[in-house]
């Protein structure tokens, strides 16, 4: 059975014991601040022996983790991806999209679909998305300097 431990730099382990021939041993599953499904998902992956979420959630919550729950935006920016990407829904939640959308709906504009990779993303992920483009700018090369162009001279006409 899985469990949380807390670390002296404020971060948390997903812990499993294990036993060897040198006796029991804990097995670092996943490290993190915020415990989250994709937190949950690797630690799952990684655990040998039967991984129960909940109790998870409610030994992390009992060390003082907060614990981020999925939210509707990004549940929906999963089902568009898998959409995007090929991926069949099953024909009761279509029908249900098609009724909740109405019979005026367009199809989408072809800038939306990449933003889909971004629906419920945190604010830190999209924080180092903009740091890492800002720090693209700097290996563009520098603008060049037009020069000014001169137009020659409009004299009037002598009478």
Known sequence: MAFVVCRADGRFEIRESVHTAHGPRARTLATFRTLDD???DHAEGRALRPFDREVVIA?????????VAPDALALAGRLMRAIAVGGQIPPVIAQALRHQLGPDASPLPDSIPPLFDWMGRSSSDRGDALRDLLRMTDRLP???RRRQRRFPRIQSAHR
């Open 142 to 144: 520098p603008p060049r």
């Open 38 to 40: 994709g937190v949950l």
């Open 59 to 67: 030994r992390a919550a009992a060390r003082g983790a907060e614990y």
